[in-house]
């Protein structure tokens, strides 16, 4: 019998001496229970193998984002923000969130469309990906307030990795609309 099966199977070994790294994950919902799936994603999330700690900001509301701007006529999203420290590789955690999304109903039919559960990685330490498979950190990330608010909550000293400060970052967007613009509260898609 091979040895490394009889000692158990233990995964990667290049995976387990990883060290830990604190992954920003965007969880949002504007179809069924959204409070309900963002409550068990993050159950999910926490139980992803090399993870041990996942902190979120309680949910907030916004209007959802279409290819062509704000829609109030669609289906409110919750969003919200979770860190969570895993020492899973950046690809391998992004397999597990899409997989997380589809036990959660996530069909991908339209680009920007209604969802029960959409989960974005948003920064993965200080990684830097061109890679469309797995760009880092998420491009649209610094545009966005339903990410960088929630992510403000969780971790007031929070750096977007190549865009800055993450406090700046949304002080400049609220500043960039006037009082109650939908740049306020926009989101559903980062």
Not at 146 to 171: K, S, T, Y
């Amino acid at each position: 019998m091979n040895r490394r099966l009889a000692q158990g199977y233990q995964g990667d070994a290049h995976a387990s001496t990883r060290p830990e790294t604190v992954a920003v994950v965007a969880l949002g919902a504007n179809l069924g229970d959204r409070a309900a799936t963002i409550d068990e994603a993050l159950r999910d999330l926490g139980r992803m193998p090399l993870t041990t700690e996942v902190r979120a900001a309680a949910p907030v509301e916004s209007v959802a984002v279409k290819p062509d701007g704000p829609d109030a006529e669609a289906p409110a999203y919750l969003n919200t923000v979770a860190l969570v420290t895993t020492r899973l590789a950046p690809s391998v955690l992004l397999s597990y969130l899409h997989a997380i999304e589809a036990r959660h109903g996530r069909e991908r039919r339209e680009r920007w469309g209604d969802r029960t559960l959409d989960l974005d990685l948003i920064a993965y330490g200080d990684v830097r990906s061109a890679d469309p498979a797995l760009l880092l950190p998420h491009p649209r990330a610094a545009e966005r307030d339903f990410v960088l608010g929630p992510w403000l909550v969780v971790d007031p000293d929070a750096v977007l990795p190549g865009a800055g400060r993450v406090d700046e970052l949304l002080a400049a967007l609220r500043g960039r609309g006037a009082a109650g613009d939908a740049n306020e509260q926009t989101g559903g898609r980062a």
